[in-house]
C-alpha cells in the first residue's frame, strides 16, 4: 500500500516537471514563436515611429500599433491586407501576416497623410 502510494507520488511529480517543461514552448508557440517577427509600431500625433520597418520575407510578422496619442494617425488602413485598425490613445493591435520576398507593405492614415511602409527582403 506504501509502496503503490509512492509510486503514484513520483508520477505526479514527474508530470508536474514535465508540464513545467512544455508550458514556457507552448507561450512561444501563441505569442513570440522566435521564428516570427515581432514590430511594435508608435502611434502619435506625428504619425507612425518607425515609419519604416524592415522585415525578412516568408516570416510571420507580428506587428503592434500602440498609440500614444489622440490623432488621425489611430485610424490605419492597411490595403494590401485589407486591413482597417481603429485605435484609440493607450490601446494596441497586433496585426499578424506573412510578407512575400520584396513585398511592400505600406499603411497610412484614413486621410492618407501620415503614412508608413514594412518592407520584406
Ligand atoms: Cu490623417
Known amino acids: 500500500m506504501q509502496k503503490k502510494n509512492k509510486v503514484v507520488i513520483v508520477t505526479a511529480l514527474s508530470l508536474g516537471a514535465t508540464l513545467f517543461a512544455i ?23 506625428s504619425g507612425y515611429h518607425p515609419a519604416m520597418v524592415n522585415v525578412k520575407a516568408g516570416q510571420e510578422v507580428h506587428m503592434t500599433f500602440v498609440s500614444k496619442g489622440d490623432s488621425c494617425a489611430n485610424g490605419i488602413s492597411i490595403p494590401v491586407l485589407h486591413k482597417t485598425i481603429s485605435l484609440k490613445k493607450g490601446q494596441k493591435k497586433e496585426v499578424v501576416f506573412t510578407p512575400k520576398k520584396g513585398q511592400i507593405i505600406a499603411f497610412a492614415c484614413s486621410m492618407n497623410m501620415f503614412k508608413g511602409k514594412v518592407m520584406a527582403k
Open 23 to 45: 508550458a514556457p514552448q507552448t507561450t512561444f508557440a501563441h505569442g513570440t514563436d522566435k521564428h516570427a517577427q515581432n514590430v511594435t509600431v508608435t502611434v502619435d500625433g
